[in-house]
């Protein structure tokens, strides 16, 4: 299950690297160990530590934040069941610069998925430049040893 970052770290989604970064500092502060006995007042509830740092480290990293971003979103879409569409992995573009695949928006804009975000079961998506959504739809590849067992011996 994916933790909610921003939520931990009490900071907005569209905020920057260094309002995350002075957040991030403040939670250490006030979520140390040693200090929380005396910050008890100002405490909702105490985070865990780790869980602070953990969040820090991929927030950090503007690459790592952005995939972070996107499986969130899913996650949340999925949530909400807010589906406008349906489309087949099979009628999307593939892209082997970037490996991700690809499906025009009846706007100008259009639905990118990464093969890693299908990895991890992302299979709904927004498009990139309105808030229409599509679920994407893939066979996930359980019995590709049984596939490979004929031609395994060219490679
Ligand atoms: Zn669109």
């Known amino acids: 299950m994916l933790k909610d970052y921003y939520a931990i770290l009490s900071v907005s989604q569209d905020a920057s690297l260094s309002e995350i970064k002075l957040q991030y500092q403040k939670l250490l502060l006030i979520h140390h160990p040693d200090k929380q006995q005396q910050n008890q007042s100002v405490l909702k509830e105490a985070i865990p530590l780790q869980d602070i740092k953990e969040a820090w480290e991929c927030l950090r990293q503007p690459s790592q934040r952005a995939f972070y971003d996107s499986s969130l979103k899913a ?4 949530a909400n069941g807010q589906v406008n569409d349906d489309i087949d992995l099979d009628d999307m573009d593939y892209n082997e610069d970037s490996g991700a695949y690809s499906a025009p928006c009846r706007c100008s804009g259009e639905y990118v998925i990464s093969e890693e975000e299908l ?7 927004v498009c990139s430049t309105c808030s229409l959504i599509v679920r994407i739809h893939y066979e996930v ?11 395994g011996n060219n490679k």
Do not use: A
Not at 141 to 146: F, S, V
């Open 75 to 78: 996650l949340r879409l999925r």
């Open 119 to 125: 990895e991890l079961g992302v299979d709904t998506v």
């Open 141 to 151: 590849e359980t019995d590709r040893d049984d596939d490979n067992d004929s031609d």
